[in-house]
């Protein structure tokens, strides 16, 4: 499953190259990965409730073609990877046909008190689709 | 006129007392007033092309009430005072009934060029509502 | 009292303007304020000791002139009043003998538990040169 | 050769986690960019004399252990590898004793007008260090 989401690049998001910061791709990534959560009715907060903190082990992008200020974006989002205590989001960000940057991240499975690593609950796994 | 503008809170707004950090309602400012363009069918691109920039020369902001992860705020932003070579947008940010904080930011009228004031033309003015 | 401290622009606090996005500004002070506690020995940690945490309630800036990548730059500091529950810290900034920015911002000191306010504890005061 | 930058954690850098978000770790690796060629005597502002831009094309973080607020931490930065080009930063981030991140950066250089590849010029790549 594929979760579109959009965003509107601002100027706090360029630097003086005139084009989209390299490290704010990161924060859209995390714009989207919420609305992913959120388009199956959940949110971040659920994972509190269900014993569950999932803090980024592991980050990448690849930057293709320059965004600019005022450009649409998609973020399209899949869930790639389930592991036993960990799990991969991957991402594109496109404008219209042009691909602008590619990337992912890893998460660790934890409890959120200890930080220690914990099997991924049945609800959530569901709700990742696997 | 005003002009409602929507943002959602993200993880990397907010800060470690668990609340939007004080600096990024600037932000969702400058979002808001690249919308209020938009919502007139222009963009500050256009300014451009007028010969016109508008560097803030001030800025405002008083917290009432804090806002957290996920919160879908509404900026909503006015063009208050339009003066001979400045104007002034105002800003409130809600979330639903809750007033969460108020500001604004006041901006020169200069060519691009020279950063030298100019007086604002009339095209700009006439869709800034004056 | 005024502490002084260094700030260096990175890419990343510009835009594409080529200059410092009016946001980051905030960012500076907020470093500054840290700095300022920490020339007295002091920290924010230890205002939760105390009993205390001092919110950003009102903030301000104006941009006299513009700092670009690299610039080295100083934030000057003080505290410039301090009321029964509130205090408010004044802010330079400057690159050798221009001034970029002048600001401040007014902080509530209130309970950390509730968010009630509550007076300044005398340590503080102390502290803060009162 | 390794280069040594320190930073020092902000609230504004710090999420609700209580940590560092982890996009900013990105930032604090191209302070430490600009530190490496400051440390040679040199900036970013001499490849544009060069005739050359150095657009991040890749960027990788893994996070081993979280930074919080106060934080002092230590960017050690080299140039692990010169092609063509094209080259690569790595960076660890350190506390002391512990590892907190690990990540690298990979520039296409580039001439600053069309975006097009083009080598290396021999000045750069001693000023590298190969």
Not at 92 to 119: K, Q
């Amino acid at each position: 499953m594929t979760v579109r989401h959009e965003v509107r690049v601002i100027f706090g998001d360029t630097d003086q190259m005139g084009i989209v910061y390299y490290a704010n791709y990161y924060r859209y990534f995390e714009g989207a990965r919420a609305a992913y959560l959120r388009e199956q009715g959940r949110s971040y907060k659920d994972m509190h409730e269900w014993g569950v903190a999932l803090p980024v082990v592991e980050s990448h992008c690849k930057y293709l073609s320059p965004a600019r200020y005022e450009d649409e974006l998609l973020v399209h989002t899949e869930v790639t990877q389930i592991r036993g205590a960990s799990l991969r989001f991957e991402y594109r960000i496109t404008r219209g046909e042009t691909l602008i940057v590619e990337g992912y991240s890893v998460h660790a499975c934890v409890y959120p008190d200890t930080g220690r690593p914990r099997r991924i609950p049945p609800e959530l796994k569901a709700l990742l689709g696997d």
